[in-house]
């Protein structure tokens, strides 16, 4: 499934959030806390406290998607928290975020399989 046209700009939050924010909540962190645009067409990445979910919010100019994954038997790899509250991920190291892997290490996560 092809989520994004383009990516101007990909910001991974690196303090946890409440995951009870949904899209409001999320676009007051990104305009307030990080002082960027939240409707610029930008993605934004935040985690949750135990780190085994994401949230991913995203303006494509008809409105806001907020798009939800969750690993059941890992943890994704969190950059520790810095002066910035968020980093600027390349494109590629996203597709490797949402595919298991640590952005920082390049080690993937254990696959399940369900039977």
Request: charged share 25%.
């Amino acid at each position: 499934m092809l989520m994004f046209q383009q990516l101007p700009s990909i910001y991974l939050h690196r303090e946890p959030v409440d995951f009870r924010k949904s899209i409001n909540g999320l676009a007051i962190i990104v305009e307030q806390q990080l002082s960027l645009e939240a409707t610029d067409g930008s993605v934004f990445i935040f985690c949750n406290k135990s780190r085994d979910k994401l949230k991913i919010l995203y303006w494509d100019n008809t409105g806001f998607a907020l798009w939800y994954k969750r690993l059941e038997q890992a943890k994704f790899k969190w950059p520790t928290q810095s002066e910035d509250e968020c980093m600027r991920l390349s494109e590629q190291e996203f597709h490797w975020l949402l595919s298991g892997f640590d952005v920082l290490g390049h080690r993937q996560v254990k696959g399940l399989s369900y039977s």
